[in-house]
Nanobody, 122 residues
Framework: QVHLVESGGGSVQRGGSLTLSCGGAAGSHCMGWFRQVSGKEREGIAIIGDGGNTIYEESVKGRFTISRDDENNTAYLRMNNLKPEDTAIYYC???????????????????WGQGTQVSVSS
């Protein structure tokens, strides 16, 4: 389902930074950023729960930061030191009803954005 709205994607050289925004995730139990490249599975890379707890995929730890501002109905992904292997379509996702532990499993999320392209060149 498409209910969220991403923005902030674009093209950047290796080592550059981008910030993605996601509107519509306020009040979610879990909010996540996922990415997908052609022919590959959609992968969870950064997750934040309603208590502020976070989970990161290993390759983005120390480079990406997920945050949420529920008062403004916006979540963010700050991406620093971007690498060509970060090139993908990035999606935000949210789960509102489930109250278990937040995970990086895409099947735990019911609401999605349409995706925004991030391209990193050498």
């Amino acid at each position: 389902q498409v209910h969220l709205v991403e923005s902030g994607g674009g093209s950047v050289q290796r080592g550059g930074s981008l910030t993605l925004s996601c509107g519509g995730a306020a009040g979610s139990h879990c909010m996540g950023w996922f990415r997908q490249v052609s022919g590959k599975e959609r992968e969870g890379i950064a997750i934040i729960g309603d208590g502020g707890n976070t989970i990161y995929e290993e390759s983005v730890k120390g480079r990406f930061t997920i945050s949420r501002d529920d008062e403004n109905n916006t979540a963010y992904l700050r991406m620093n030191n971007l690498k060509p292997e970060d090139t993908a379509i990035y999606y935000c996702a949210a789960h509102f009803v489930w109250t278990g532990f937040c995970t990086r499993n895409k099947n735990d999320y019911d609401y999605w954005g349409q995706g925004t392209q991030v391209s990193v060149s050498s």
